[in-house]
């Protein structure tokens, strides 16, 4: 008999032997169990967020040590505010999501921890202080972000039930897309029509669309995953999808050219689409849907090209950086050659916290804050960061592995690309990998929504990895 | 399809865009890597980058020091350039330290010895290791001058307002004991954190048509040397061998240039002196010019070019400013010949110049390098460097030098130069008065030594007056000044 080939989930045992074989795989569940034993996970996070405690609380002191050669008490309290709301959010996890992700959460925190002691950096150098520095509102703002993802990890005890409000989860990201456009609340800010403001507080619901729609890609794709899956002709030995169902992708396309051209705002475009091709690839399996995006991306953006002006001047921007013309036109390379001559005078070290001169360059603690701690902690601290961001997009990543079923493994999935794709957008426009375009850098940049939103999407990932059990190791 | 295939089947799309997220992230490393390690130095020499410039200010920039006094120095300023350059004496010192501007670049010691002042020099480095191992922020050294502030002083009291120039030396050693040009400027407003202040008084001070920001002593348009150039003649006649003291010259009241029109005549509008010949002594003393014509003619371009360049005429010295060449024309036609004999022509000097001819005179013969810098002190008052004296050569032998001497206190005693008699001071001198051509005012010129007990100072001063005015010459308004600058070194 070939009994250590019977499949897994083969039924009850009827005899001494397969009896025998179950309880040897008992006991390897067992030893599974074990592993992954909740209390030692939640003690391994509480580790490592001590750790980045430790990192965030240091960046701090360090930055007002370097920048005013005193230290007071206010990087302290930023560094308890982020330790006592990190610490809650782990003591939730710790009753209602015991075997999370151990990572995420302390990634996150460090995260956005760098991004505090930046901003205050760059208030420092602005020299405001009180409710009109940004590092007081950054730290405000990660204390609603981090109650709405405590509500929301407490709230969703079942992640699935999201899949059955997918159209729901549409018509959301369809209303938080074009709600800068409704005249009254839109404001447009550097050109891009992507802010609402309401009073004195501006907000981007775009940053909050995305999770919207990657549930909404999600729970669709989950159902159509088989059909989409059908082949039609072989077209140069792809084989295409059939003619009617293509549909889905047009509209989504069609949405973010809507976005590109009324909102100006190419890095969102381009992040949506991103984000429905890759979870469409991962949902079918068939890398036609890749060509077909790719030509799609391609016909769009030679259309915007020739036709928006602010697209070419982006270009232009990114290719003739340094030319001397571009560099003074309005709207042309100041900013990027600015970012670029701060992370080059930072070099392999950096600065040291507090000792460059990172303000120089327009909007150094939220679209260029990346160059501003490129400047202060050099290449080595931007190959920190970069690593902390690849860190959390594999734990996301890993989810789609080794997610149950297939809406957790797509939710997974794209939740973790759209934010490996937003750092990539924004390292790579301001390291002039790719054009320069406006997003916000995930939990390091000054901004509530930006913050929220990320923050909600880790609250996600810990939910859905709360939900691998025992299908794996740590 | 089963569960189990389904996870199988989409195992590999995921895989497939972990690695395209691998590959991005790749991409994030490199453009990062090619910024901060491999173009940063390129980055860093970029005039657009103000980080640098910012950097630069950025040093607690040591102080100049002349007597003890700071007469640049660094305190702190509460801006993003954490200090402000000031510069307590004004415009006294304003072309010895020029300034360290923003935007407007740089003059003076400040940019001559900036690699000391931040502290950057080679000579520094092993403080620059430590003080990045320490993670102390690098100061510079200062720098002590060698000029003498009561020297420096007497000679702006005594040229005032009047455009000119004064230069002192030690002629033992070629310190630099006095360097006033005037006008002068404040150096305070370029050490303005506003690019724009900067500009503004840089262009104001630019547009002014006397030129103040230019330091006549070393630099710029120079000078029409006239009669203080034959100290050089002198020297190159009893060099020669052909000449003595006592050699005689025809003494017409008027001497027509051959193949010219031009008639050159004495400053007296006379013969020099009753006879009908001349010396040379007595030519000197009384500062004739035909007698100095025919000299030239007879001495020829080449022997007279020969001392030129041995004095270092048409050599740039960087004491450590840089001083431009003074020039003695080439290819010259005789009548042009004979009118360099007493200083006209093409001749071209720096103030600093004369001040070098003279003191290698009252120096037995032996020209010192000029120089500024005393010592330069790190900040924990370590001597980094301190200049030794330099021979840079010996323009006439020991005997020249001595009859030259003796002519040039001669001239101090009963010639043009009286007005810089100093009682119990041995003191020689030459006057000058340098024509510019037709409406232009002259130069008027002092340049000689004085000598008490074993200290000894040489001095050239040059003033241009705005118009001529009838009885205001060389022995009036320069001899004066020179005296005043020569009593200062000797009484400090």
Known sequence: MTHQAAPRDQAAPSNALQTGIVQLRDVTEAIKVRIRNP??????????????????????????????????LFPLQLAAGLGVLTLALHVALRVV???????????????????????????IADGVTGWDAASMRQIAWTGVALIIAIVAIIVVRNHRV???????????????????????IGRTINGA???????????????LAKIALAIFFA??????????????????????????????????????????????????????????LVMIYVATGRRSWMVIGVGLVALGGVAAYLSLGYVQRRIDAWIHAFDQSVYEA????????????????????????????????????????????????GLAGIFAILGLYLILVSRGIRIGFQG?????????????????????????????????????????????????????????LLRLSDSVRGRGIV | MTDASREQSMRRPIRRVSTLLLIMFVGLFGSSTMIQAVQADALQADPRNTRTLYDSFAVERGSIVVDGVQVALSTPSNDEFEWQREYPMGPLYAHVTGYNSLGQGSRGIEDAMNEELTGTANSQFFDQVLATLTGESPAGSSVELTIDAQAQQAAADALGDRVGAVVALDPDTGDVLAMYSSPTYDPNPFAS???????????????????????????????????????????????????????????????QLPQSTHVVRNASRETCGPGETVTLETAFILSCNIPFAQLAQQLGADAIAQQAAAFGYGQTLDIPLRVQASSYPSDLNEPNLMLTGFGQHDVRVTPMQIAMTTAAIANDGTMMQPNMVDRVLAPNLDVISEPEPTILGNPVSAEVAAQVRASMELGVQEGLATNAQIDGVTVGGKTGTAERGEGRSFNLWFTGYGELDDQSVAVAVVVVPDENIVGDTSNVIAAPIGRAVIEAVLNS
């Not at chain 1, 030692?40 to 960046?59: Q, T």
């Not at chain 2, 048509?209 to 190159?236: C, W, Y």
């Open chain 2, 193 to 255: 954190h506003s690019t724009a202040a900067v500009t503004e008084v840089y262009d104001r001070l630019l547009a002014d048509p006397q030129d103040p920001l230019h330091n006549r002593t070393i630099e710029g348009d120079q000078f029409t040397p006239g009669s203080v150039f034959k100290v050089l003649m002198l020297s190159a006649a009893l060099e020669s061998g052909q000449f003595t003291l006592d050699s005689e010259f025809e003494n017409p009241a008027e001497l």
């Open chain 1, 193 to 207: 029509t992507v802010w609402i403001g309401i009073g004195p507080f501006s907000f981007q619901p775009g940053e």
């Open chain 1, 330 to 377: 309005q709207g042309g390379s100041f900013q990027i050659v600015q970012g670029v001559f701060g992370m080059g005078q930072g070099g392999l070290l950096g600065t040291g916290l507090g000792l460059g001169r990172p303000d120089i360059t327009p909007y150094a603690n939220s679209d260029y804050i990346i160059p501003s701690l490129g400047e202060e902690l």
């Open chain 1, 162 to 184: 999201l899949a059955r409000f997918r159209y729901l989860a549409m018509a959301i990201a369809f209303l938080l897309l074009i709600l800068p456009l409704m005249p009254g």
């Open chain 1, 39 to 72: 209390a030692k996970l939640r003690n391994l996070e509480l580790f490592l967020l001590i750790v980045a405690w430790v990192i965030a609380g240091s960046a701090m002191v360090l930055v007002q040590l370097g920048a005013l050669q005193t230290v007071d």
């Open chain 1, 219 to 276: 729970g669709y794709l989950m159902t159509a995953r088989d059909s989409l899956s059908v082949v039609g002709r072989k077209v140069l030995g792809v084989r295409f999808p059939r003619l009617r169902d293509l549909g889905p992708i047009l509209v989504v396309w069609a949405m973010c050219m809507l976005v590109l051209v009324f909102q100006r705002d190419l890095g969102t475009s381009v992040l949506y689409f991103g984000l429905f």
């Open chain 1, 97 to 123: 999501a015991r075997e999370a992700d151990a990572i995420i959460l302390p990634v996150a925190t460090a995260l956005n921890g760098l991004g505090i002691a930046m901003i205050y950096r760059i208030d």
């Open chain 1, 404 to 460: 149950p079923d297939d809406f957790t493994k797509l939710l997974g999935v794209g939740l973790a690309f759209v934010i490996g794709l937003q750092v990539f957008i924004v390292v790579g426009g301001v390291t002039r990998l790719i054009p320069l375009t406006g997003l916000t850098t995930p939990f390091l940049a000054a901004g509530g929504s930006s913050l929220l939103a990320n923050w909600l999407i880790v609250a996600l």
